[in-house]
Nanobody, 124 residues
């Protein structure tokens, strides 16, 4: 089992920045590909970004490319999402997820472990 706990969400004005963190415990963190998803009210949970086990390769949804940066610190068993130039449409609950897959997974069912989510609200 892998336990994931997100933090860092909050209320920010459009154009502002936030940094989300996701702390993992339970299994060897470096064995897992990590990802961020988000879910806006009344919508599906959508892929945001993913990072390989070693942190050497990343992939982003087109909607956040150039504004968001995913990173990880395997020594601290933590994955981060730096969010810049935030827009009101970025408002959502943000979830981190872990998987043992070896490909770039962007589907919700590619990931077997999930955190409880952290709310991000961007005001206009």
């Amino acid at each position: 089992q892998v336990q994931l706990v997100e933090s860092g969400g909050g209320l920010v004005q459009a154009g502002g920045s936030l940094r989300l963190s996701c702390a993992a415990s339970g299994r060897t963190f470096s064995n897992y590909r990590m990802a961020w998803f988000r879910q806006a009210p009344g919508k599906e949970r959508d892929f945001v970004s993913t990072i390989t086990r070693g942190g050497t390769s990343t992939y982003y949804a087109d909607s956040v490319k150039g504004r968001f940066t995913i990173s990880r610190d395997n020594a601290k068993a933590t994955v981060y999402l730096q969010m810049n130039s935030l827009k009101p449409e970025d408002t959502a609950i943000y979830y981190c997820a872990a998987s043992s897959i070896t490909y770039i997974g962007t589907a919700r069912n590619d990931y077997g472990y999930w955190g409880q989510g952290t709310q991000v609200t961007v005001s206009s």
